[in-house]
């Protein structure tokens, strides 16, 4: 899982014959090597066109030793770096060629630009760029478009560095194996991780995912988790915010195929739910509705589990592979919807990978090198705008991206801290890193909040439909409670308005309405105790929220949560109610009379014109007749200032 699809080399052969290309180019007269060091470069050229790279770069070393003249080998050597990812001697190698034959800076000139960019030689390379005749440069090609762009970010970038410090994640996490891929609960003191069991740290062995958490600010490995782990490889996990729900990327190998698996392509997305009651997580299922018969790979489930972000690498109609991130939105059902490729806004003809959905639902960070940026795959930051819509990715800047490839980036629910993978202590063997955020770079701030719904009859679970809505009534987040124990938890903004629904067509609804606060946020582990009373004969609903116009029975023009939540409950159950208006003691005793039986009046307006008939509706006002509380205080009067239903068959 830690190699992308499109990291895949073309094939040698087609690499050949680029080569041969710059070959009519150096084979002007001006430089004559000797037989000897002509046959080892043939050699080494047959090598390359027989698929022995080594072998090749073996026999144009020679070459060059014996003439370090030799235009042709060097260029061959260029391009033999090139593709083991050797890009600084790739870069000198050519820098080699360029100044035997300055002529051929027109051919070549934006090729070594490139590797010298790669190579994190970014004056260099600009300065090379700027000295390039208009016949070089194509202002029309998208490729040189990039370098440009790349060239003038870097040399900016590099000059104006972020305050970023990194460190080895504390704890006892970091092994002589390699561990990647995080996977970070929004409680933020538990996380999933890959790691490679029986191996070098090169690649060799079996990935596994184990578990790991955080006690006194020491992460402690947990061991394998249950459930979910086979003798095949297992990588990329992506948890809901509770970690109650799995999604994770198994591929095919060429020996056991899936092995108890199914699968549709070379690499597809697996689900499985934990089991509170066996603390385990169960079998899991294919997603067949994101899978295709290419390659799905590195999942981002949104806190909620509503939404997914994942990379799919597959071959357009011209036969060029593509990697893009899509996105998919779960359906009521619970099935996923038909996946969608996110905008170009996000994606390029580059690579695109390693999609992170923070927990505030709003701020995705990923890993591209189709945008302007330091060299390989850099980190970027993209946030939607207030119509939802993605806009504009930001680059995440130096030293947090260098020339070489970056991902596997986790942002924390805080917002400011992150972890990644690096092998910098120990090439070869990846560990988990950790640093602050830079403040333009950090997501908004969530916490966990966590409830239990119950049946206040039997004590028994209810599987119920949970959703958090901000000022203006949209949905912020939302998932139904666990059917085997009625727990549910959810990210939640702090310092925002938010509305709390809890609702199950059976069950009179559940509504709350606050400002979470960050002492609230430090109490993230309390699970709030959510009473559901069976919806029948004599169930009382109270409505504390319902809003009108100060002395009036004019409803406010704002968004009314229990309103919309009544009129849900109406529509899904068929029972006649009786609706109850209650005022304080501020008035005379008439006046509250017919301000309370008005006010009931406007709510049964209100939802006659949301399609209830009038016949299942009866009206009552009762004034200050009923207090809940003594009318002391404002805040005692504003409890008595309510509505309430009454089913009455």
């Known amino acids: 899982m830690r190699k992308s699809m499109c990291k895949y080399q073309a094939c040698l052969l087609v690499g050949a014959l680029l080569f041969l290309v710059s070959l009519s180019y150096g084979q002007d007269g001006m430089h004559k090597p000797s037989k000897k060091t002509q046959k080892g470069f043939d050699a080494a050229v047959e090598a390359y066109m027989a698929n022995d790279a080594g072998l090749a770069l073996e026999l ?40 035997l034959k300055p002529a051929a800076r027109e051919k070549w000139g934006v090729k070594w630009c490139g590797l010298l960019h790669r190579s994190g030689q970014y004056i260099k390379a600009l300065e090379i760029w700027d000295s390039l005749s208009d016949d070089v440069i194509d202002a029309s090609r998208t490729d040189h478009q990039l370098l440009e762009a790349s060239l003038l970010f870097s040399v900016q970038t590099i000059a104006e560095p972020e305050d970023v410090v990194a460190s080895p994640l504390k704890g ?24 490679q069991v029986g191996a070098d740290g090169r690649f060799q062995g079996q990935e596994d995912f184990y ?25 990329a996990p992506a948890v809901r915010g509770d970690g109650r729900r ?6 095919e190998t060429l020996k056991d195929g899936y092995g108890p698996r199914q699968g549709k392509g070379s690499c597809d997305l697996f689900e499985t739910r934990w089991n509170p009651s066996t603390q385990r997580y169960e079998e899991e299922v294919n997603l067949s509705a994101l899978n295709t018969r290419y390659w799905e790979s590195q999942p981002s489930l949104s806190a909620d589990g509503s939404q997914i972000f994942f990379v799919r690498a597959q071959r357009n109609e011209a036969g060029e592979m593509e990697q893009d991130i899509w996105f998919s939105t779960r359906l009521n059902s619970g099935e996923w919807d038909k996946p969608q490729r996110l905008t ?51 680059n ?84 139904v409670s666990d059917p085997k124990d009625g727990m549910f938890s959810l990210p939640i903004v702090k310092d925002e308005v938010l509305t709390l629904q809890v609702s199950h067509p059976n069950y009179a609804f559940y509504n709350r309405s606050w400002v979470p606060r960050k002492s609230e946020a430090d109490r993230s582990n309390v699970v709030v105790e959510i009473p559901m009373t069976p919806l029948e004969v004599g169930t009382v609903l109270l409505l504390r929220d319902v809003h009108f116009e100060t002395n009036s029975a004019m409803l406010d023009e704002v968004f009314q949560p229990e309103l919309k939540q009544l009129l849900t409950t109406l529509l899904g159950a068929n029972i006649r109610i009786q609706i109850v208006g209650h005022t304080d003691d501020q008035g005379t005793e008439g006046f509250n009379i ?33 207090p809940l509380v003594p009318n002391d205080s404002e805040a005692n009067r504003a409890l008595n200032r309510r509505t309430e239903i009454i089913v009455i068959d």
């Open 396 to 479: 995440l800047g130096c030293p947090i991206n260098t020339n070489g490839d970056e991902n596997s980036l986790q942002v924390f629910p805080n917002g400011r801290r992150a972890l990644f993978a690096s092998d910098r202590n120990q090439p070869g063997n990846l560990d988990l890193w950790e640093f602050e955020l830079p403040e333009k770079m950090q997501a908004e701030e969530v916490f966990q909040w966590s409830g239990h719904a119950f049946n206040v009859v039997s004590g028994l679970p209810v599987q119920a439909e949970v959703v958090v809505l901000n000022s203006a009534g949209v949905p912020l987040f939302q998932m």
């Open 246 to 251: 799995l999604i994770f990327t198994a591929c």
């Open 594 to 626: 017919e301000l309370s039986k008005n006010r009931a009046t406007s709510v049964s307006t209100y939802l006659h014109s949301n399609g209830i008939e009038w016949d299942r509706m009866e009206i009552l006002g009762k004034g200050s007749l009923e």
């Open 60 to 99: 144009v070393s020679e070459a060059i030793e014996r003439d370090p003249l030799y235009f042709d080998a060097w260029m061959l050597h260029a391009q033999l770096t090139e593709r083991i990812g050797d890009f600084g001697t790739s870069a000198q190698s050519m820098s080699n060629a360029m100044e």
């Open 172 to 195: 006892d996490v970091n092994t002589n194996s390699a561990e990647y891929y995080p996977a970070i609960f929004v409680s933020s003191d538990r996380m999933i991780f890959t790691r």
């Open 211 to 235: 578990e790991a958490r955080e006690v006194n600010g020491l992460w402690q490995d947990m061991g394998p988790i249950r459930g979910v782990n086979t003798r095949g490889n297992e990588g």
């Open 344 to 394: 170009d806004t996000i994606n390029t003809p580059g690579r695109e990978e390693n999609p992170v959905l923070h927990p505030d639902g709003n701020t995705l960070y990923f890993a591209s090198d189709g945008h302007p940026g330091l060299g390989g795959l850099d980190l970027f930051v993209a946030r939607k705008s207030e119509a939802g819509e993605w806009m504009a990715p930001v």
